[in-house]
């Protein structure tokens, strides 16, 4: 694998809505998790109530000894046909990274955010024309998704109030990277995996929205950003190239942001799928691994 690190090293219920069903249990994953569906309530920025659905996956260890766990929060993409966004749903807790986070103790959390699948509301996070997006407004719009979602997980009672873990692939990648400028208390880690917005936009098909301003919308979270973050983006990726990747991280650590970047080598067809591909944590695992184990040092300074 060859890898390019960047910069800085790694740091040393609720009711459910009208016309919903509410919180289920579903069979357990051979024998790994236990499943369960969840309405998470989120604020628009109107101050109307919302509610996002989503997969909660349990360790065995909270199921066996009533322990409390760390959570990790996932943050799904969009699907390139945005009329293909209603029909999406949370993903399961036997996908690649479900199982690698659950492996290591954590309860992790796959919410859908506003207009996606069966959640309600609108979708929030659109960027407006590719000719002139607001990426900073889109971002800060996802990322109010991602804040409840973390709060809601953190006060469930198998689950521990802080240590939490957030990470996020392509729009979620991005809705990370936005979270990462506010506040978060609960929150011990943050991965941004393949994040950005605009890619595969053109009318042929390639091509990014005005990538300046992706770049200088990273650069704006990075100014408030302050927990150490990692950035996977395969050298492969054809949504977000490798000097794309580069420019984006300069951007935002040069603002003040604190990160490390990671460009491994993705064996498949195109990198940005290396997240939730099969096998895939091989290449990224080692990299989130490191990284929160430096997290973990850190913290305990």
């Known amino acids: 694998m060859r890898l390019a690190l960047r910069a800085l090293a790694l740091f040393g219920l609720l009711a459910a809505p009208a016309g919903c069903a509410p919180v289920a249990a579903v069979p357990a994953t051979a024998d790994v998790a236990r499943e369960e569906l969840h309405w998470i ?6 101050g109307a109530a919302q509610q996002m659905l989503s997969r909660i996956c349990r ?11 760390p959570v990790a929060v996932i943050n799904h993409g969009s699907p390139s ?5 209603g029909s999406m749903a949370p993903a399961h807790c036997d996908s690649e990274p479900a199982r690698w986070f659950l492996a290591r103790g954590y309860v992790v959390v796959f919410p859908l955010r506003r207009g996606f699948g069966g959640s309600s509301g609108a979708v929030a996070e659109s960027s407006g024309p590719c000719e002139s997006p607001d990426y900073v407004r889109a971002g800060l719009e996802s990322a109010r998704d991602v804040a409840a979602a973390v709060q809601y997980a953190t006060a469930l009672p198998y689950a521990r109030p802080d240590g939490a873990v957030v990470v996020g692939q392509s729009l979620g990648g991005w809705a990370t990277l936005a979270y990462a400028a506010g506040p978060h208390p609960r929150v011990a880690g943050l991965i941004d995996m393949a994040g950005g917005r605009g890619g595969h936009a053109l009318a042929d098909g390639g091509g990014n929205c005005r990538p300046d301003l992706l ?9 408030t950003a302050r927990m150490p973050m ?10 977000f190239p490798p000097s794309l990747a580069r420019a984006m991280f300069s951007a935002f650590t040069e603002a003040g942001g604190r990160a490390a970047l990671a460009q491994p080598s993705f064996p498949g067809s195109d990198g940005h799928a290396l997240f939730y591909a099969e096998g895939g944590s091989r290449v990224w695992g080692p990299l989130v691994d490191a990284y929160l184990a430096a997290r973990r040092r850190e913290a305990a300074m």
Request: glycine share 4%; no cysteine.
């Open 59 to 69: 360790p065995a260890e909270t199921l066996a000894s009533g322990a409390r766990a």
């Open 81 to 85: 046909d945005p009329d293909d966004r």
């Open 230 to 239: 990692l950035w996977v983006y395969a050298d492969n990726d054809s949504f």
């Open 215 to 223: 770049v200088a919308a990273a650069a704006v979270f990075g100014r």
């Open 41 to 46: 309530p989120v604020q628009d920025a109107d």
